[in-house]
Protein backbone atom coordinates (compact mmCIF):
# COMPACT_ATOMS: atom_id res chain seq x y z
CA UNK A 1 0.00 0.00 0.00
CA UNK A 2 2.87 2.18 0.80
CA UNK A 3 5.75 0.65 -1.52
CA UNK A 4 5.18 3.40 -3.84
CA UNK A 5 6.00 6.20 -2.19
CA UNK A 6 8.53 8.26 -4.25
CA UNK A 7 10.37 10.11 -0.55
CA UNK A 8 11.02 6.05 0.50
CA UNK A 9 14.05 6.20 -1.89
CA UNK A 10 15.81 8.55 0.64
CA UNK A 11 15.41 6.09 3.48
CA UNK A 12 18.30 4.73 5.46
CA UNK A 13 17.65 1.22 5.29
CA UNK A 14 17.04 0.85 9.02
CA UNK A 15 14.04 3.56 8.79
CA UNK A 16 10.88 1.54 8.53
CA UNK A 17 8.64 2.83 5.84
CA UNK A 18 5.49 2.86 8.21
CA UNK A 19 5.05 2.40 11.95
CA UNK A 20 1.48 1.49 11.18
CA UNK A 21 -0.65 0.41 12.89
CA UNK A 22 0.05 3.18 15.96
CA UNK A 23 -1.19 2.07 19.31
CA UNK A 24 -4.53 4.03 20.55
CA UNK A 25 -3.36 4.75 23.81
CA UNK A 26 -3.32 8.08 26.10
CA UNK A 27 -0.39 10.23 25.59
CA UNK A 28 0.63 9.69 29.54
CA UNK A 29 1.09 5.96 28.90
CA UNK A 30 4.35 6.51 27.44
CA UNK A 31 5.61 7.70 30.87
CA UNK A 32 3.82 5.05 32.63
CA UNK A 33 5.65 2.79 30.47
CA UNK A 34 8.82 4.21 30.74
CA UNK A 35 8.69 4.18 34.48
CA UNK A 36 7.93 0.58 34.80
CA UNK A 37 10.72 -0.22 32.28
CA UNK A 38 13.77 1.82 33.42
CA UNK A 39 12.27 3.25 36.97
CA UNK A 40 15.50 4.21 38.14
CA UNK A 41 17.23 5.52 35.09
CA UNK A 42 17.24 9.59 35.11
CA UNK A 43 14.48 11.21 33.32
CA UNK A 44 15.43 14.84 33.88
CA UNK A 45 19.20 16.49 34.34
CA UNK A 46 18.49 19.83 36.10
CA UNK A 47 21.35 21.85 36.90
CA UNK A 48 23.11 18.85 38.89
CA UNK A 49 20.44 17.07 39.93
CA UNK A 50 18.94 14.20 38.68
CA UNK A 51 15.45 12.90 38.63
CA UNK A 52 14.77 9.10 38.23
CA UNK A 53 11.16 8.25 35.95
CA UNK A 54 10.00 6.89 38.82
CA UNK A 55 10.05 9.63 40.52
CA UNK A 56 8.77 12.04 37.66
CA UNK A 57 5.66 9.64 37.32
CA UNK A 58 5.22 9.88 41.41
CA UNK A 59 5.90 13.56 40.89
CA UNK A 60 3.45 14.19 38.00
CA UNK A 61 0.38 11.72 39.63
CA UNK A 62 0.85 14.24 42.78
CA UNK A 63 0.56 16.92 40.59
CA UNK A 64 -2.45 15.69 38.71
CA UNK A 65 -3.82 15.45 42.16
CA UNK A 66 -3.42 18.84 42.52
CA UNK A 67 -4.94 19.82 39.33
CA UNK A 68 -8.25 17.83 40.39
CA UNK A 69 -8.55 19.41 43.35
CA UNK A 70 -9.21 22.49 41.58
CA UNK A 71 -11.30 21.05 39.17
CA UNK A 72 -9.76 19.81 36.43
CA UNK A 73 -10.90 17.30 34.60
CA UNK A 74 -11.41 15.81 31.28
CA UNK A 75 -11.79 18.71 28.58
CA UNK A 76 -10.37 21.58 30.91
CA UNK A 77 -7.36 24.11 29.45
CA UNK A 78 -4.01 24.12 31.36
CA UNK A 79 -2.04 27.26 30.03
CA UNK A 80 1.77 26.70 30.62
CA UNK A 81 3.65 29.91 31.27
CA UNK A 82 7.04 28.53 31.55
CA UNK A 83 10.34 27.71 30.48
CA UNK A 84 11.74 24.26 29.62
CA UNK A 85 12.26 23.09 33.56
CA UNK A 86 11.10 20.17 35.41
CA UNK A 87 8.01 21.78 36.59
CA UNK A 88 7.00 21.90 32.36
CA UNK A 89 7.29 17.87 31.72
CA UNK A 90 5.32 17.10 35.46
CA UNK A 91 2.51 19.69 34.65
CA UNK A 92 2.14 18.47 30.89
CA UNK A 93 1.84 15.08 31.25
CA UNK A 94 0.08 15.87 34.82
CA UNK A 95 -3.02 17.07 31.96
CA UNK A 96 -2.51 14.40 29.99
CA UNK A 97 -3.43 11.82 32.48
CA UNK A 98 -6.44 13.66 33.66
CA UNK A 99 -7.38 14.07 29.98
CA UNK A 100 -7.26 17.93 30.28
CA UNK A 101 -6.02 19.72 27.13
CA UNK A 102 -2.71 21.22 27.74
CA UNK A 103 -1.59 25.09 26.12
CA UNK A 104 1.83 25.44 26.10
CA UNK A 105 2.55 29.63 25.47
CA UNK A 106 5.64 31.35 24.76
CA UNK A 107 7.60 32.61 27.55
CA UNK A 108 8.87 35.75 26.09
CA UNK A 109 5.26 36.39 24.55
CA UNK A 110 3.77 40.78 25.35
CA UNK A 111 1.08 41.21 27.25
CA UNK A 112 -1.21 41.44 23.89
CA UNK A 113 -0.21 37.90 22.52
CA UNK A 114 -0.74 35.99 25.97
CA UNK A 115 -4.19 37.42 26.29
CA UNK A 116 -4.68 36.44 22.98
CA UNK A 117 -4.07 33.31 23.47
CA UNK A 118 -5.06 32.09 26.34
CA UNK A 119 -8.67 33.81 25.77
CA UNK A 120 -8.94 31.54 22.56
CA UNK A 121 -7.69 28.40 24.36
CA UNK A 122 -9.77 28.70 27.33
CA UNK A 123 -7.36 28.26 30.27
CA UNK A 124 -9.16 27.61 33.53
CA UNK A 125 -5.77 27.26 34.90
CA UNK A 126 -2.27 28.65 34.22
CA UNK A 127 1.26 27.54 35.79
CA UNK A 128 3.56 29.99 35.59
CA UNK A 129 7.28 30.50 36.54
CA UNK A 130 7.20 33.67 38.90
CA UNK A 131 9.30 36.04 36.72
CA UNK A 132 7.44 35.74 34.69
CA UNK A 133 3.75 36.39 36.78
CA UNK A 134 3.29 39.75 35.84
CA UNK A 135 2.22 39.31 32.24
CA UNK A 136 -0.22 36.60 34.11
CA UNK A 137 -1.46 38.98 36.37
CA UNK A 138 -1.79 41.72 33.70
CA UNK A 139 -4.24 39.97 31.96
CA UNK A 140 -5.77 37.40 34.24
CA UNK A 141 -9.11 39.59 34.95
CA UNK A 142 -9.68 39.78 30.96
CA UNK A 143 -9.32 36.13 30.04
CA UNK A 144 -10.87 34.73 33.14
CA UNK A 145 -8.33 32.33 34.63
CA UNK A 146 -9.44 30.61 38.20
CA UNK A 147 -6.37 29.68 39.43
CA UNK A 148 -2.50 30.51 39.09
CA UNK A 149 0.15 28.26 40.06
CA UNK A 150 3.52 30.00 40.66
CA UNK A 151 6.81 27.99 40.82
CA UNK A 152 10.46 28.99 40.87
CA UNK A 153 13.45 27.96 39.05
CA UNK A 154 15.15 26.61 41.82
CA UNK A 155 12.46 24.07 43.37
CA UNK A 156 13.79 21.33 41.77
CA UNK A 157 17.71 22.22 41.96
CA UNK A 158 19.99 20.35 44.35
CA UNK A 159 21.26 22.00 47.11
CA UNK A 160 23.19 24.38 47.30
CA UNK A 161 22.40 25.70 44.04
CA UNK A 162 18.68 25.81 45.38
CA UNK A 163 19.40 28.54 47.96
CA UNK A 164 21.81 30.65 46.24
CA UNK A 165 19.62 30.67 42.58
CA UNK A 166 16.98 33.39 44.02
CA UNK A 167 20.20 35.55 44.68
CA UNK A 168 21.22 35.75 40.87
CA UNK A 169 17.74 36.16 39.95
CA UNK A 170 17.01 39.25 41.43
CA UNK A 171 20.29 40.20 40.40
CA UNK A 172 19.47 39.46 37.14
CA UNK A 173 15.92 41.67 37.58
CA UNK A 174 17.27 44.42 38.88
CA UNK A 175 19.84 44.76 36.30
CA UNK A 176 16.73 44.50 33.91
CA UNK A 177 14.83 47.15 35.46
CA UNK A 178 12.02 44.72 36.29
CA UNK A 179 10.03 44.38 39.88
CA UNK A 180 11.69 41.90 43.18
CA UNK A 181 9.71 40.26 44.03
CA UNK A 182 7.94 39.66 40.82
CA UNK A 183 4.63 38.19 42.74
CA UNK A 184 3.13 40.98 45.51
CA UNK A 185 2.64 39.88 48.88
CA UNK A 186 -0.90 38.76 49.09
CA UNK A 187 -1.23 38.16 45.58
CA UNK A 188 -4.09 36.01 44.43
CA UNK A 189 -1.82 32.82 43.53
CA UNK A 190 -0.89 29.51 44.81
CA UNK A 191 2.64 28.10 44.91
CA UNK A 192 3.43 25.06 43.48
CA UNK A 193 5.56 23.91 46.79
CA UNK A 194 2.56 24.33 49.16
CA UNK A 195 0.12 22.53 46.78
CA UNK A 196 2.20 19.51 46.33
CA UNK A 197 2.80 19.47 49.69
CA UNK A 198 -0.60 19.29 50.53
CA UNK A 199 -1.92 17.03 47.33
CA UNK A 200 -4.73 14.66 48.02
CA UNK A 201 -4.96 11.04 46.46
CA UNK A 202 -4.59 10.40 42.91
CA UNK A 203 -7.07 10.58 40.84
CA UNK A 204 -7.71 7.41 38.55
CA UNK A 205 -6.22 8.62 34.48
CA UNK A 206 -9.05 9.88 32.38
CA UNK A 207 -10.46 7.50 30.30
CA UNK A 208 -10.38 9.00 26.61
CA UNK A 209 -10.42 8.32 23.32
CA UNK A 210 -6.81 8.61 21.44
CA UNK A 211 -8.00 9.71 18.50
CA UNK A 212 -10.84 12.00 18.69
CA UNK A 213 -9.92 14.07 22.03
CA UNK A 214 -8.01 16.53 22.02
CA UNK A 215 -4.31 16.46 24.46
CA UNK A 216 -2.81 19.90 23.44
CA UNK A 217 -3.34 22.89 21.34
CA UNK A 218 -0.21 23.91 19.49
CA UNK A 219 0.01 27.49 18.36
CA UNK A 220 1.05 28.70 15.33
CA UNK A 221 3.63 31.96 15.54
CA UNK A 222 0.86 34.48 14.53
CA UNK A 223 3.19 35.28 11.27
CA UNK A 224 -0.17 35.34 9.05
CA UNK A 225 -1.78 37.00 11.86
CA UNK A 226 -3.05 36.02 15.31
CA UNK A 227 -2.08 32.87 16.36
CA UNK A 228 -4.40 30.12 16.17
CA UNK A 229 -4.25 26.73 17.83
CA UNK A 230 -4.05 23.37 16.05
CA UNK A 231 -5.48 19.98 17.99
CA UNK A 232 -2.96 17.31 18.92
CA UNK A 233 -4.92 14.30 19.98
CA UNK A 234 -3.29 11.61 21.88
CA UNK A 235 -2.94 9.24 19.18
CA UNK A 236 -0.89 12.07 17.18
CA UNK A 237 1.51 12.50 20.11
CA UNK A 238 2.22 8.89 20.38
CA UNK A 239 2.44 8.66 16.52
CA UNK A 240 4.87 11.73 16.58
CA UNK A 241 6.96 10.00 19.29
CA UNK A 242 7.36 6.78 17.41
CA UNK A 243 7.73 8.32 14.42
CA UNK A 244 10.84 10.67 15.72
CA UNK A 245 12.36 7.46 17.43
CA UNK A 246 12.31 5.52 14.43
CA UNK A 247 14.89 7.93 12.42
CA UNK A 248 17.23 7.48 15.35
CA UNK A 249 17.76 3.63 15.38
CA UNK A 250 20.85 3.32 17.09
CA UNK A 251 18.45 4.77 20.42
CA UNK A 252 19.31 2.85 23.23
CA UNK A 253 15.89 2.65 25.20
CA UNK A 254 16.89 4.03 28.69
CA UNK A 255 20.36 4.86 27.49
CA UNK A 256 20.31 8.04 25.63
CA UNK A 257 20.31 11.52 26.42
CA UNK A 258 19.03 14.52 24.94
CA UNK A 259 20.18 17.99 24.94
CA UNK A 260 16.90 20.11 24.99
CA UNK A 261 17.79 23.59 24.37
CA UNK A 262 14.36 24.11 22.12
CA UNK A 263 11.90 25.05 23.89
CA UNK A 264 8.95 22.55 25.21
CA UNK A 265 5.78 25.32 24.27
CA UNK A 266 6.70 24.68 20.52
CA UNK A 267 5.60 21.45 18.68
CA UNK A 268 9.56 20.82 17.80
CA UNK A 269 10.68 20.50 21.45
CA UNK A 270 7.79 19.26 22.56
CA UNK A 271 7.73 16.16 19.98
CA UNK A 272 11.76 15.88 19.65
CA UNK A 273 12.55 16.75 22.99
CA UNK A 274 10.18 16.28 25.63
CA UNK A 275 8.05 13.56 23.82
CA UNK A 276 10.69 11.24 22.13
CA UNK A 277 12.76 11.41 25.47
CA UNK A 278 9.96 9.72 27.59
CA UNK A 279 9.34 7.22 24.81
CA UNK A 280 12.65 6.20 25.02
CA UNK A 281 13.41 6.53 28.40
CA UNK A 282 15.90 8.63 27.71
CA UNK A 283 17.53 11.60 30.17
CA UNK A 284 16.39 15.29 29.28
CA UNK A 285 19.02 17.30 30.37
CA UNK A 286 17.26 20.62 30.71
CA UNK A 287 18.06 24.14 29.88
CA UNK A 288 15.45 27.35 30.50
CA UNK A 289 17.14 29.21 27.50
CA UNK A 290 19.95 29.04 25.36
CA UNK A 291 23.41 30.67 26.82
CA UNK A 292 26.28 29.63 25.56
CA UNK A 293 28.23 28.84 28.54
CA UNK A 294 25.02 26.91 30.21
CA UNK A 295 24.85 24.75 27.03
CA UNK A 296 28.39 23.69 27.09
CA UNK A 297 28.45 23.13 30.57
CA UNK A 298 25.50 21.00 30.49
CA UNK A 299 26.70 19.03 27.80
CA UNK A 300 30.22 18.25 29.11
CA UNK A 301 28.26 17.25 32.48
CA UNK A 302 25.51 15.03 31.26
CA UNK A 303 27.02 13.67 28.38
CA UNK A 304 24.18 14.17 25.71
CA UNK A 305 24.35 11.77 23.05
CA UNK A 306 21.11 13.35 20.54
CA UNK A 307 20.96 17.03 20.31
CA UNK A 308 17.86 18.64 18.54
CA UNK A 309 18.27 21.96 17.70
CA UNK A 310 17.76 24.85 14.71
CA UNK A 311 20.85 25.79 12.46
CA UNK A 312 21.57 28.90 14.35
CA UNK A 313 22.04 27.12 17.64
CA UNK A 314 24.86 24.75 15.55
CA UNK A 315 26.29 27.26 14.47
CA UNK A 316 26.69 29.49 17.48
CA UNK A 317 28.34 26.63 18.85
CA UNK A 318 30.44 26.00 16.20
CA UNK A 319 32.14 29.50 16.22
CA UNK A 320 32.48 30.30 19.68
CA UNK A 321 35.93 30.27 20.90
CA UNK A 322 34.86 28.82 24.43
CA UNK A 323 33.27 25.42 22.87
CA UNK A 324 36.95 24.55 21.99
CA UNK A 325 36.97 24.05 25.92
CA UNK A 326 34.55 21.66 26.65
CA UNK A 327 34.23 18.23 25.68
CA UNK A 328 31.34 17.43 23.50
CA UNK A 329 32.32 14.15 22.01
CA UNK A 330 29.29 12.46 23.60
CA UNK A 331 26.70 13.98 21.06
CA UNK A 332 26.31 11.13 17.83
CA UNK A 333 23.66 13.19 16.30
CA UNK A 334 21.62 16.21 15.66
CA UNK A 335 18.54 16.91 14.45
CA UNK A 336 18.17 20.76 12.54
CA UNK A 337 15.29 21.92 11.57
CA UNK A 338 12.74 25.39 11.68
CA UNK A 339 15.35 26.87 8.29
CA UNK A 340 15.25 24.32 5.44
CA UNK A 341 17.62 25.14 2.52
CA UNK A 342 17.64 23.58 -0.89
CA UNK A 343 20.44 20.32 -0.40
CA UNK A 344 22.70 21.91 -3.42
CA UNK A 345 22.33 25.66 -1.43
CA UNK A 346 23.74 24.11 1.67
CA UNK A 347 26.51 22.16 0.27
CA UNK A 348 27.96 25.14 -1.23
CA UNK A 349 27.21 27.13 2.25
CA UNK A 350 29.09 23.86 4.25
CA UNK A 351 32.02 24.29 1.69
CA UNK A 352 32.83 27.54 2.31
CA UNK A 353 32.24 27.95 5.93
CA UNK A 354 32.35 24.57 7.52
CA UNK A 355 28.74 24.82 8.63
CA UNK A 356 25.61 24.12 7.08
CA UNK A 357 23.98 27.51 6.83
CA UNK A 358 25.96 30.96 6.50
CA UNK A 359 24.56 32.75 9.36
CA UNK A 360 27.59 34.52 10.30
CA UNK A 361 29.58 34.43 6.88
CA UNK A 362 29.63 38.45 6.27
CA UNK A 363 31.29 40.84 9.54
CA UNK A 364 31.83 44.20 9.80
CA UNK A 365 35.30 44.78 7.39
CA UNK A 366 34.73 41.97 5.30
CA UNK A 367 33.97 37.87 5.90
CA UNK A 368 35.58 35.50 8.45
CA UNK A 369 36.69 32.80 5.83
CA UNK A 370 38.03 33.13 2.46
CA UNK A 371 36.31 30.70 -0.12
CA UNK A 372 38.07 27.51 -1.09
CA UNK A 373 39.49 25.49 -3.77
CA UNK A 374 37.00 24.97 -6.97
CA UNK A 375 34.05 26.86 -4.99
CA UNK A 376 33.70 29.61 -7.72
CA UNK A 377 33.47 27.00 -10.04
CA UNK A 378 30.78 25.08 -8.15
CA UNK A 379 28.97 28.46 -7.69
CA UNK A 380 28.98 29.12 -11.36
CA UNK A 381 27.22 25.59 -12.13
CA UNK A 382 24.91 25.99 -9.55
CA UNK A 383 23.68 29.44 -11.29
CA UNK A 384 23.77 27.34 -14.78
CA UNK A 385 21.16 25.09 -12.94
CA UNK A 386 19.04 27.29 -11.62
CA UNK A 387 18.57 29.35 -14.99
CA UNK A 388 17.53 26.69 -16.19
CA UNK A 389 14.75 26.06 -14.22
CA UNK A 390 13.44 29.50 -14.36
CA UNK A 391 13.03 28.67 -17.76
CA UNK A 392 11.28 25.57 -17.28
CA UNK A 393 9.05 27.43 -14.90
CA UNK A 394 8.43 30.23 -17.38
CA UNK A 395 7.35 28.23 -19.67
CA UNK A 396 4.60 26.47 -18.09
CA UNK A 397 3.18 29.34 -16.59
CA UNK A 398 3.23 31.34 -19.34
CA UNK A 399 1.65 28.42 -21.33
CA UNK A 400 -1.38 27.85 -18.82
CA UNK A 401 -4.23 29.76 -20.13
CA UNK A 402 -5.64 29.60 -16.58
CA UNK A 403 -2.88 31.26 -14.87
CA UNK A 404 -2.88 34.34 -17.32
CA UNK A 405 -6.25 34.57 -16.92
CA UNK A 406 -6.09 34.44 -13.44
CA UNK A 407 -3.31 37.60 -13.29
CA UNK A 408 -3.75 39.48 -16.47
CA UNK A 409 -5.89 42.45 -15.49
CA UNK A 410 -6.53 41.47 -11.94
CA UNK A 411 -5.17 43.85 -9.10
CA UNK A 412 -3.91 46.65 -10.87
CA UNK A 413 -1.75 49.68 -9.22
CA UNK A 414 -1.45 52.68 -11.47
CA UNK A 415 1.21 54.69 -11.47
CA UNK A 416 0.27 57.69 -9.85
CA UNK A 417 -1.08 55.07 -6.82
CA UNK A 418 1.89 53.34 -6.22
CA UNK A 419 3.78 56.27 -5.76
CA UNK A 420 0.95 57.44 -3.50
CA UNK A 421 0.63 54.86 -1.85
CA UNK A 422 4.52 54.18 -1.31
CA UNK A 423 5.10 50.83 -2.26
CA UNK A 424 8.46 49.99 -3.70
CA UNK A 425 10.10 47.12 -5.20
CA UNK A 426 8.75 44.58 -7.80
CA UNK A 427 5.08 46.11 -6.92
CA UNK A 428 6.57 49.39 -8.33
CA UNK A 429 8.27 48.63 -10.86
CA UNK A 430 5.24 46.25 -12.38
CA UNK A 431 3.67 49.62 -12.30
CA UNK A 432 6.00 51.14 -15.10
CA UNK A 433 8.27 53.41 -12.50
CA UNK A 434 12.35 52.10 -12.75
CA UNK A 435 13.27 52.86 -9.31
CA UNK A 436 16.12 50.44 -7.78
CA UNK A 437 18.12 51.66 -4.79
CA UNK A 438 20.87 49.45 -5.95
CA UNK A 439 21.25 51.94 -9.10
CA UNK A 440 19.43 55.42 -7.99
CA UNK A 441 21.50 55.00 -4.80
CA UNK A 442 24.70 52.54 -5.46
CA UNK A 443 25.84 50.85 -2.21
CA UNK A 444 28.17 48.01 -1.62
CA UNK A 445 29.92 47.15 -5.27
CA UNK A 446 26.85 47.42 -7.46
CA UNK A 447 27.98 50.76 -8.94
CA UNK A 448 30.83 48.04 -10.64
CA UNK A 449 28.25 45.88 -11.67
CA UNK A 450 25.96 46.04 -15.17
CA UNK A 451 22.76 45.10 -14.66
CA UNK A 452 19.28 46.01 -16.17
CA UNK A 453 15.95 47.40 -13.51
CA UNK A 454 13.49 44.88 -15.16
CA UNK A 455 10.06 47.18 -15.59
CA UNK A 456 6.67 46.45 -16.47
CA UNK A 457 3.74 48.71 -17.50
CA UNK A 458 0.59 46.74 -16.90
CA UNK A 459 0.90 47.24 -12.69
CA UNK A 460 -1.31 43.62 -12.54
CA UNK A 461 -0.56 40.28 -11.16
CA UNK A 462 1.19 39.13 -14.28
CA UNK A 463 3.41 42.67 -14.47
CA UNK A 464 4.26 41.62 -11.00
CA UNK A 465 5.26 38.08 -11.75
CA UNK A 466 7.06 39.05 -14.56
CA UNK A 467 9.40 41.87 -12.97
CA UNK A 468 10.33 38.80 -10.77
CA UNK A 469 11.15 36.70 -13.29
CA UNK A 470 13.35 38.95 -15.22
CA UNK A 471 15.43 39.70 -11.78
CA UNK A 472 16.46 36.40 -11.23
CA UNK A 473 17.98 36.44 -14.45
CA UNK A 474 19.32 39.97 -13.25
CA UNK A 475 20.41 38.24 -9.99
CA UNK A 476 22.32 35.65 -11.93
CA UNK A 477 23.96 38.34 -14.63
CA UNK A 478 25.03 40.30 -11.27
CA UNK A 479 26.29 36.81 -9.83
CA UNK A 480 28.61 35.93 -12.85
CA UNK A 481 30.08 39.05 -12.35
CA UNK A 482 31.23 38.57 -9.04
CA UNK A 483 32.63 35.63 -9.63
CA UNK A 484 34.69 36.86 -13.20
CA UNK A 485 35.92 39.96 -10.97
CA UNK A 486 36.82 38.20 -7.76
CA UNK A 487 39.90 39.66 -6.45
CA UNK A 488 42.74 38.71 -5.09
CA UNK A 489 44.15 39.81 -1.46
CA UNK A 490 42.65 40.15 2.30
CA UNK A 491 39.10 38.73 2.79
CA UNK A 492 38.66 41.36 5.59
CA UNK A 493 40.33 44.55 6.92
CA UNK A 494 40.10 43.24 10.41
CA UNK A 495 42.34 40.25 9.81
CA UNK A 496 42.05 37.40 12.21
CA UNK A 497 39.07 39.04 13.92
CA UNK A 498 36.31 35.37 13.59
CA UNK A 499 33.32 37.77 15.47
CA UNK A 500 32.14 41.10 15.00
CA UNK A 501 32.33 41.74 18.57
CA UNK A 502 30.73 44.94 19.85
CA UNK A 503 31.24 48.75 17.93
CA UNK A 504 31.30 51.58 19.41
CA UNK A 505 29.63 54.62 17.15
CA UNK A 506 29.59 58.32 17.95
CA UNK A 507 26.88 59.84 18.99
CA UNK A 508 24.32 60.79 16.38
CA UNK A 509 21.79 59.40 14.50
CA UNK A 510 21.60 58.04 10.68
CA UNK A 511 19.43 56.75 8.08
CA UNK A 512 20.01 53.59 5.25
CA UNK A 513 18.55 51.89 2.96
CA UNK A 514 18.75 49.39 0.47
CA UNK A 515 17.32 47.26 -1.99
CA UNK A 516 15.36 43.87 -0.43
CA UNK A 517 13.39 41.35 -2.54
CA UNK A 518 10.65 43.03 -1.79
CA UNK A 519 11.59 46.11 -1.88
CA UNK A 520 13.07 49.17 0.33
CA UNK A 521 14.50 48.31 4.07
CA UNK A 522 15.19 51.09 5.63
CA UNK A 523 17.36 51.28 9.11
CA UNK A 524 17.21 54.36 11.23
CA UNK A 525 19.80 54.29 13.74
CA UNK A 526 20.32 56.52 16.80
CA UNK A 527 24.04 56.72 18.77
CA UNK A 528 24.39 57.65 22.47
CA UNK A 529 28.10 57.02 21.73
CA UNK A 530 28.20 53.61 23.74
CA UNK A 531 27.92 50.02 22.41
CA UNK A 532 24.21 49.72 22.41
CA UNK A 533 22.09 51.87 20.14
CA UNK A 534 20.19 54.11 22.01
CA UNK A 535 17.41 53.54 19.02
CA UNK A 536 17.48 51.83 16.28
CA UNK A 537 13.68 51.32 13.76
CA UNK A 538 13.51 49.12 11.00
CA UNK A 539 11.45 49.58 8.04
CA UNK A 540 10.36 46.65 5.80
CA UNK A 541 8.66 47.16 2.83
CA UNK A 542 5.83 44.57 3.20
CA UNK A 543 4.29 47.06 5.50
CA UNK A 544 3.72 49.89 3.26
CA UNK A 545 2.74 47.72 0.44
CA UNK A 546 0.40 45.59 1.30
CA UNK A 547 -1.70 49.23 2.25
CA UNK A 548 -2.06 49.14 -1.34
CA UNK A 549 -4.15 45.81 -0.83
CA UNK A 550 -6.99 48.21 -0.19
CA UNK A 551 -7.18 50.10 -2.89
CA UNK A 552 -7.39 47.37 -5.48
CA UNK A 553 -9.33 44.58 -3.63
CA UNK A 554 -12.47 46.11 -4.47
CA UNK A 555 -14.23 44.90 -7.65
CA UNK A 556 -12.84 41.79 -7.48
CA UNK A 557 -13.97 38.24 -6.64
CA UNK A 558 -12.73 36.52 -3.42
CA UNK A 559 -11.12 33.68 -5.30
CA UNK A 560 -9.27 37.05 -6.80
CA UNK A 561 -7.36 37.92 -3.18
CA UNK A 562 -5.56 34.79 -3.52
CA UNK A 563 -3.66 35.98 -6.80
CA UNK A 564 -3.49 40.06 -5.69
CA UNK A 565 -1.99 39.28 -2.13
CA UNK A 566 0.47 36.60 -3.25
CA UNK A 567 1.49 39.28 -6.02
CA UNK A 568 2.17 41.87 -3.05
CA UNK A 569 4.08 39.00 -1.40
CA UNK A 570 4.06 40.65 2.46
CA UNK A 571 5.45 39.01 5.55
CA UNK A 572 2.72 39.62 7.92
CA UNK A 573 5.32 39.38 11.08
CA UNK A 574 7.44 42.07 9.40
CA UNK A 575 3.83 43.76 8.93
CA UNK A 576 2.98 43.40 12.79
CA UNK A 577 6.29 44.42 13.96
Known amino acids: MTEHRRWFASYPEDVPKTLVPYPEVSAFSMLQGAAERHPDKPAIAWFGRHISYLRLRQETERFAAVLAGLGVDKGARVGLVLPNCPEYVIAYYAALRLGAIVVGNNPLYTQRELEHQLKDAGCDVVVVLEQLYPNVEAVRGDVGIRDVIVTKLNHYMKFPLNLLAPFKFRKDARHEGKPWPPVP ?5 KWWGDLMKAAGPTPPPAVIDPKTDPAGFIYTGGTTGLSKGAMLSHFNIVANAMQSAAWFPDLKDGEDALMCVLPFFHSYGMTVEMNLSVFRAAKMILVPRFELHMVLREIQREKPTLFPGVPRLYIGLNEAPESRKYDLRSIKACLSGAAPLPAAVADKFEALTGARLLYGFHQIGGTRYDLPAGWAETCRETVAHIERRIEEYEAVLEGNTVFLVRTQGVG ?46 AGDCHA ?33 VKSVGQVKLPKGEAY ?17 GTTKPYRMKWRGASFSNLAVAGHILPGHKVADAVAILGSIDPVFGEVDR
Not at 185 to 189: L, T
Not at 432 to 452: C, L, N, Q, V, W
Not at 516 to 522: A, D, T
Open 512 to 528: ARVEGPRGEVGIYLVSD
Open 464 to 496: RYRVRMQEFRQAIRIVRQVLDGLPEGPISSRPG
Open 185 to 189: KGAPV
Open 412 to 457: VISPELAQEVGVSGPLLRGSGIAHDIRRAEPYSAYEDFAFDVPVET
